[in-house]
């Protein structure tokens, strides 16, 4: 099974950028689909972003589109979620999940990451 560490959260500025980074180690990365989810105080866990193994298709959410873009390096094992624009209501812990055989989603990830924060300040 695939091994997730989430990395570049912070606190940052309305209007402000990060990356995030999601570090794979175990078995084979590029065989994953890869997604980035976020889950804010008293709300449910959502799908922010996904990518295909080969990078072909990715998916975003409404709320990020044109302003987060997810990208990998399969070299490097490593998933990216790069976020422009950011305001509060992207705060929360930020997750990477991977599934082998499909898109990954809250209830059939393979295997998830702890966690990254993001705090965003008016």
């Known amino acids: 099974q695939v091994r997730l560490v989430e990395s570049g959260g912070g606190l940052v500025q309305a209007g402000g950028s990060l990356r995030l980074s999601c570090v794979a180690s175990?078995?084979?990365?590029?065989?994953?689909?890869m997604g980035w989810f976020r889950q804010a105080p008293g709300k449910e866990r959502e799908s922010v972003a996904r990518?295909?193994?080969?990078?072909?298709?990715?998916v975003y959410a409404d709320s990020v589109k044109g302003r987060f873009t997810i990208s990998r390096d399969n070299a490097k094992n490593t998933v990216y979620l790069q976020m422009n624009s950011l305001t509060p209501d992207d705060a929360g812990v930020y997750y990477c999940?991977?599934?082998?055989?499909?898109?990954?989603?809250?209830?059939?990830?393979?295997?998830w990451g702890q966690g990254t924060q993001v705090t965003v300040s008016s």
């Open positions: 999940a991977a599934s082998e055989f499909g898109w990954p989603t809250i209830t059939s990830a393979d295997c």
């Open positions: 990518i295909t193994w080969r990078s072909d298709i990715t």
């Open positions: 175990g078995r084979t990365f590029n065989n994953y689909y």
